[in-house]
């Protein structure tokens, strides 16, 4: 790993020169920000707080084309268009997002199926992360393992300075992004390191919202039928915002799109949130009520995925918080746990 | 065929047959893969499922009906309920659809050999079942079984797949057949409890009790009562059951009171499922794919699954 | 907006049409045996009742591609059905001032009511709408397109 | 004060067995915002909250009562359900009523005065800019007196102008008092005058610039359904815009069969969005009650308020039509004049 130091007002430059790549940026929209492909540098609003989606859907997109297929008189064509796909940088990405890469990584890659699509993708993207400095009120991601100094899955890792940017390239996938670049950069002092150092103690003291998870998965298991899950999902109104907007939410329908000549199949986001999600043909539905549907997003993230891959499914990134409109709040969730009683059997 | 693990492979169809009419139909589908090399790499055994792609509609799970000693093509129930279903319905001879898979588990036929097997099935249920009992009974394999039963129910004698067959191992010695239906329409069209020819009725209270006459193979009540009436032994016995989630959850309790153990009940639990491969995530129970760690559980396996099926 | 000048000229716009079996059918076959000349973009869907008609089914032509769409009826207290084309008119009103809002043409969509006699009265119709739509180039942004 | 007022009437309500269960907020996690929920027992309903941070409409709750399946042989409870209600939600019940969705009695409706209600992340944002403690929000209570919003926490006082932390809905609101109750919290408040100062924007531009605004908004659209599902008007058990479900189940109704035609895709593309937008306004066009939580739940902060006070600015001005006034049966789209204008016509 090697460190180097860019000022401020040459980054616009840095990002004007990476080629070749489909660089998704931080931009503005409206009172939020949203990563999109930057067009002029300009555009990228680094000392942004958090997106309001999520960057996953670079690698895996909201609406990705599997297939597009075209009806023979005897037969059918498809294209797959997974050769077609292109490269990516996904700029100034904070580490609850890349860790949340990180998670889909083992529900897409792993396993007796790869997924190619996803694998392409991510293959084809760099990752370059940005150390985050002021958290915001709901984020926790220090409790879940992530951090917000944390380097884990970065190509590239920055952190904002006063007077510039640190740049540490990782891998050599970020010293192949870089490499136009280097003429930008500029060797970095120990000062800054130190500077570093102290930036993270000072972001991790901003922390207000604390989770324990500890033994929290047995727990839950043993109140999986308790009225505790339908007083917290009272509120709920069976939108999709929380896992639509969570980072390591991986859910997908497919769907064929276009006439009975030609069209696509396309792979599309789902939420566990909807009735239709799990209703079987015999419209008997496995999680009839609210319910069942908020108890499933819970259990997935914190007793399933720790299970099945060793790693929780939350990040801590806030975002379900943040934007639930109800106001359901997945730490107070978690941590209410510790306080139920033990269900009459 | 390539690594592409969502990508459909051509297949003919060679066959269709209409099992079960009335407001949901089933249909019965044999397709033959077009391509010599698919048909090869296609390894299925009894349990799987596969995705039927009706291109421009959509994918569904189907599970394979057709046991594996049958080679040369696939078959597929269906039951007409939505989009996708709908469109195969329409399939002719000759039409083109899309396969992939084999996915999911299996029974463990191989661990059941010299035991005694009850098959029992209700409604669409006995289409994953229908490629046990046919492998079973396959004149290779049957040496390797012991007695063989079926338990078959539907709502009415209208809506029972798989009639033909079963009514010609009805009037065989092997395997015993016992049938059931709900109820049966009058000559109103109306549900007509009185109209029961040939279907006699089961005092539903005491269903246990009630002795069966030597040589009757039809019956007039729900199929977890069919079960409790038949008594079969558990002893070296494995019972397979399938339906609908109400169904399995009675046959079970029955069988367990029979004295079926838990490790002698197998079934399995078919979820909804879009991909097939373990990424879309909605057919879990609890920490479980349904389509990769399923649908073949035994009974014990069910018991330790969180209750969200 | 398209605004293509040079592809105008040429362009034979797509229009579907939601005709009421009883009035504007009838009077578009009227104009038909007459002989009265229109023009032949206009592919029309029979319904029983223009109150038959969803707006969405509206949309739903827009999106598969039609460059514009009309709708026509009886007239108000002509209705086979007595009442059908007074819920119509107040459907389809609020609907042409909600498509204006978010910036599609008025010119694009279009009501009429035709009663089985005005044969005359069709076909001037059908100009108009062409007429409007010619002006106003393919419509591109209803349409879907293919996933990128 | 009122909160005190609106857990007694609701205590006494559940103590005495005169509602099934009570809709109401309680506090939420973060201190600032109210959550909404359901109180089943008089301790759960001495949670209550009242105040400017209740921005919930609870009248969308209401239809959970009508999608769930009672067990097999579960007695239906017939008692009302009892909610509360400010100004903009009452017209929302109201509405429910007129639409025949629930009898009057059915639901027993407290409701109260509303002088706005703050809008929670403008608060959360003007609090932090003036450094104020975050761990004091646990017993922050808010109120509304004059044109200030005054925040007490830990004994201490905060004063904000109300104009810049309420919500934008609250600067237009006609209907601060509920136009039905069974009982009543607070003082008549004056309502704001007739006028839609928020579209002028909007209506002076040309078709174009409309499109490119609204084609810009839609594609940032994710789909998540949260402004069809907090709609207190959107009560179909399956909506028209899905499709990927089952043609028929056993309690499938011919109305819903019919809603089952595909009208837009589940891909969220910008043409989709459009389609899918246009059928949710289209679908509310005379019967939307302006609540304008379709515009607050928004996680990508698409202006749909625009889309429905235009709707509602059309309906009024066109056919003097305001739905939710009262409890008696009226819709826009089900009834006619024989001499309603016919602008637009060839």
């Known amino acids: 790993m090697t460190t180097y130091k860019i000022s401020k007002d040459k980054m616009n430059e840095l990002l004007s020169s990476i080629k070749g790549y489909d660089v998704y940026v931080p931009t503005e929209l409206g009172d939020k920000f949203q990563f999109k492909v930057m067009k002029d540098a300009g555009d990228a609003k680094l000392g942004y707080s958090q997106s309001a989606k999520p960057p996953k859907d670079v690698i895996f997109p909201q609406n990705e084309v599997l297939m597009n297929y075209k009806i023979q008189p005897n037969g059918f064509d498809v294209d797959q268009v997974i050769d077609s796909i292109g490269k990516f940088v996904i700029f100034g990405i904070r580490n609850c997002d890349s860790r949340a890469l990180k998670y889909l990584d083992t529900q897409m890659l792993n396993g007796k199926y790869v997924d190619p699509y996803y694998a392409k993708r991510r293959e084809n993207t760099t990752v370059v992360g940005l150390a985050c400095n002021t958290p915001l009120y709901n984020c926790f991601c220090k409790s879940v393992g992530a951090g917000p100094h944390h380097k884990e899955g970065h190509d590239v890792h920055l952190t904002e300075l006063d007077d510039g940017y640190l740049v540490e390239i990782i891998t050599d996938k970020g010293k192949e992004l870089l490499a136009n670049s280097m003429s930008l950069l500029a060797g970095s002092s120990d000062a800054d390191a130190s500077k570093q150092a102290e930036l993270k103690q000072a972001c991790e003291a901003k922390f207000v919202r604390k989770l324990d998870i500890k033994g929290n998965d047995k727990r839950m298991l043993d109140i999986f039928e308790s009225d505790y899950w339908r007083d917290v999902s009272d509120g709920c109104i069976g939108c999709g915002i929380c896992t639509l907007l969570c980072p390591t939410c991986f859910c997908f329908d497919i769907q064929d799109i276009g006439s009975r000549k030609e069209g696509q199949r396309v792979r599309v986001w789902d939420s566990c949130q909807y009735p239709e999600y799990t209703m079987h043909a015999s419209s008997h539905n496995p999680r009839p009520g609210k319910k069942e549907r908020q108890r499933q997003r819970f259990f997935h993230k914190y007793v399933y995925s720790y299970k099945n891959n060793q790693m929780l499914g939350c990040v801590g990134c806030g975002r379900c918080i943040n934007q639930c409109p109800t106001q359901i709040d997945i730490i107070d969730v978690i941590e209410g746990v510790k306080n139920v009683k033990e269900v009459d059997q | 065929m390539s690594d592409n693990p969502y990508e459909p492979m051509p297949a003919r169809v060679i066959g269709v047959s209409m099992e079960a009419g009335g407001i949901r139909p089933v249909k019965k589908i044999q397709v033959a893969f077009v391509n010599e090399e698919d048909k090869n790499n296609f390894k299925n055994v009894p349990g799987n499922c596969a995705i039927l792609s009706m291109i421009g509609q959509g994918e569904s799970m189907i599970s394979i009906t057709s046991p594996p000693t049958e080679k040369d093509f696939l078959e597929f129930a269906i039951m007409k309920v939505g989009v996708v279903t709908t469109a195969l319905h329409e399939l002719e001879v000759g039409d083109i659809v899309g396969v992939r898979g084999p996915y999911g588990n299996a029974f463990p036929i191989d661990d059941w050999k010299g035991k005694d097997i009850v098959i029992i099935g209700a409604g669409i249920g006995m289409a994953p079942i229908r490629s046990i009992y046919n492998y079973i009974l396959h004149p290779d394999n049957r040496k390797d079984f012991g007695k063989v039963t079926l338990m078959y129910g539907a709502r009415t004698p209208n809506d029972l797949s798989f009639k033909k067959e079963l009514f010609e191992y009805e009037d065989q010695a092997d395997p015993d057949v016992f049938l059931c239906i709900d109820w049966k329409f009058g000559p109103n069209g109306m549900m007509d409890e009185d109209a029961q020819e040939g279907w006699p009725r089961i005092n539903m209270k005491d269903a246990g009790a009630t002795v069966i006459p030597p040589g009757q193979t039809r019956f007039t009540c729900f199929v977890p009562q069919l079960v409790e009436m038949i008594k079969p032994s558990p002893e070296n016995t494995i019972a397979i059951t399938c339906g609908p989630p109400i169904a399995i959850k009675f046959i079970t309790q029955n069988l367990s009171k029979l004295g079926f153990d838990d490790e002698q009940i197998f079934t399995t639990m078919e979820n909804r499922m879009k991909c097939g491969i373990g990424k879309c995530g909605r057919c879990n129970i609890g920490d479980v794919f349904v389509c990769v760690d399923g649908p073949v559980f035994n009974y014990k396996q069910v018991k330790e699954l969180l209750p969200e099926y | 907006m398209t605004d293509n000048n040079e592809n105008n000229e040429n362009f034979e716009p797509k229009i579907i049409a939601f005709l009421c079996t009883w009035c504007s059918y009838a009077g578009a076959d009227l104009a038909g045996s007459a002989r009265i000349q229109y023009p032949t973009n206009v592919k029309i869907i029979k319904v029983m009742c223009s109150s038959r008609i969803n707006p969405l089914f509206v949309l739903r032509a827009f999106r598969k591609g039609a460059d514009g769409v009309l709708v026509s009826g009886c007239h108000p207290g002509d209705c086979h059905y007595l009442t059908g084309n007074y819920f119509t008119r107040r459907r389809l009103i609020l609907f042409k001032k909600q498509l204006e809002w978010v910036g599609i043409d008025p010119r694009r969509f279009h009501m009429s009511w035709v009663s089985a006699s005005e044969g005359q009265g069709w076909a001037d119709v059908v100009n108009k709408v062409i007429d409007d739509v010619k002006e106003l180039g393919p419509q591109d942004e209803m349409k879907r397109k293919v996933v990128e | ?346």
């Open chain 4, 1 to 346: 004060m009122s909160n005190d007022q609106l857990r007694k009437i609701a205590s006494t309500l559940l103590a005495e067995g005169k509602v099934k269960y009570f809709l109401g907020n309680v506090r939420g996690a973060d201190g600032f915002s109210s959550k909404p929920t359901t109180a089943r027992t008089p301790e759960e309903a001495n949670e209550f909250v009242w105040d400017p941070s209740c921005v919930n409409n609870m009248a969308s709750y209401l239809h959970e009562d009508k999608k769930r399946i009672l067990k097999r042989g579960e007695e239906p409870d017939t008692r009302p359900i009892g909610i509360f209600v400010k100004g903009c939600d009452s017209r929302s019940v109201a509405l429910n009523i007129q639409e025949h969705i629930f009898e009057r009695e059915q639901i027993y409706i407290v409701g109260a005065t509303c002088e706005g209600v703050v809008d929670v992340p403008k608060l959360k944002k003007a609090w932090m800019k003036r450094g104020l403690p975050v761990a004091a929000t646990n017993t922050l209570q808010l109120s509304i007196v004059g044109n200030e919003v005054i925040a007490s926490f830990d004994g201490k006082q905060e004063k904000f102008a109300k104009d810049d932390v309420i919500m934008q809905r609250c600067k237009v609101c006609r209907y601060p008092n509920p136009v039905i109750h069974d009982e009543l919290i607070g003082e008549q408040v004056e309502p704001k005058p007739d006028a839609y100062p928020d579209l002028e924007e909007m209506e002076a531009m040309s078709p174009a610039e409309r499109w490119a605004f609204w084609t810009d908004q839609f594609s940032n659209c994710v789909r998540c359904l949260a402004c069809r599902n907090v709609c207190p008007a959107c009560y179909c058990r399956e909506c028209s815009v899905q499709r990927s479900n089952p043609a028929f189940g056993p309690r499938t109704t011919p109305t819903e069969k019919m809603a089952k035609a595909q009208f837009s895709n589940k891909t969220p593309t910008k043409e989709d969005n459009f389609n899918f937008h246009m059928s949710r306004m289209y679908h509310m066009t005379g019967r939307c009650t302006n609540c304008g939580e379709c515009n607050r739940v928004c996680p990508v902060g698409i202006p749909l308020r625009l889309l429905t006070r235009k709707m509602d600015k059309d309906v009024r001005e066109t056919y003097d039509h305001e739905s939710g006034l009262d409890t008696e049966p009226k819709n826009l789209l089900a009834e006619y004049r024989d001499d309603d204008p016919e602008g637009g016509f060839l």
